[in-house]
């Protein structure tokens, strides 16, 4: 080989492990991440303002970036932002005014946080201190809470999804909560299929949104994910089905059960793993219809941007999560 080509192959080589290493170095891991998060929720938090509702609307904002084109997605460690005439106040004549005196005569939110002298929404510490101080003005209940969240809002829906997240942050006492689980216990017999799409057997033509997992009667439905019980009951389509909103805007539903676990209700806070109830054949007719197909657990997910609420395939996660409870359970 010649050796202007070697020595051009060594160089290119070392400069890929130089930039891999200083990559490495600026990278933080998910519980670093996780950890900074806390601490400004922590840090602006009050007896009357507590680190969960700071902590839902600003997990609610990542969610809708996530997933919205027209939305700024924010670096870390704060998701939450304001809009630009909120936080300077509608009648101020710059939008980009970052005085705290002007922007308070101009009835805007925006404040200084840091103690700077200036009221910057690039600042982390601005952005949760002038949440911190919104919220406080509200009376310091759940009812306050809804209030606040509605007038800054104007939607039930995100109204509804913000107190989802702020219930099983309170609840669980960490915003540390990744772990998944697959629906069904990984060592019962089951077969699924990614059929996204596929045209339904009853009730018209609809499209198939959700994966169908067959299995025998009463093996247990597990929830996949942390989240709040919003619906559990009867429907002419789904039979016995529960419906849980996790705090990644996601909703998830599990459909044809056979019976619910009567430890939970709807409002209950569940964890990944937990058994909701159990498959069954139930549902494509008036209460209590059963026996019409083969006995299987439909499991819908659903993402809600802020504006509308959607489908999505869960055959893929499916994969990987049935991967990790196998891994786990050797
Ligand atoms: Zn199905």
Redesign the pocket.
């Known amino acids: 080989m010649r050796t202007w080509i070697r020595s051009f192959i060594v160089a290119f080589c070392f400069s890929f492990v130089f930039l891999i290493t200083v990559h490495a170095e600026n990278e933080k891991t998910r519980e670093e991440i996780l950890a900074d998060r806390m601490d400004y929720y922590m840090k602006y938090s009050s007896i009357e303002v507590p680190w969960f509702y700071l902590a839902a609307i600003d997990q609610f904002e990542r969610n809708i970036q996530e997933v919205r084109s027209d939305l700024e997605q924010r670096e870390e460690p704060i998701a939450m932002n304001f809009s630009p005439h909120i936080w300077a106040g509608l009648h101020n004549p710059s939008y980009e005014d970052q005085s705290p005196f002007s922007i308070a005569y101009f009835d805007g939110l925006g404040k200084d946080g840091d103690g700077d002298g200036f009221a910057s929404t690039n600042s982390p510490d601005d952005i949760m201190y002038t949440l911190s101080e919104y919220l406080h003005a509200y009376s310091h209940t759940e009812k306050g809470f809804k209030k606040a969240l509605m007038d800054y809002y104007d939607k039930k829906e995100t109204v509804q999804q913000i107190i989802t997240i702020a219930k099983i942050y309170e609840h669980f006492q960490t915003n540390a909560l990744d772990k998944r689980a697959f629906p069904l216990p990984v060592r019962s017999h089951y077969s699924y299929r990614g059929t996204w799409g596929a045209s ?1 057997g009853w009730g018209g033509r609809r499209i ?1 949104e ?3 997992l067959f299995a025998s009667y009463g093996v247990p439905v597990r929830s996949v994910s942390y989240g709040m019980i919003e619906i559990m009951g009867w429907n002419d389509y789904g039979g016995w089905r529960v419906g849980i909103r996790d705090m990644h805007n996601t909703y998830h539903y599990y ?1 044809h059960l056979s019976s619910f676990n009567k430890e939970f209700k709807e409002g209950s806070i569940v964890e990944p793993g937990d058994v909701i109830g159990y498959v069954g054949s139930s549902g494509y007719g008036k209460e209590g219809t059963s026996g019409r197909f083969p006995p ?1 657990l ?1 499991y819908g997910m659903y993402k809600y941007n802020g504006r509308v609420e959607w489908a999505f395939d869960p055959y893929p996660y499916l994969r990987i999560w049935e991967r990790q409870d196998r891994e786990s359970t050797q």
Do not use: E, I, S
């Open positions: 339904r198939h959700g994966t169908d459909a299987h439909h």
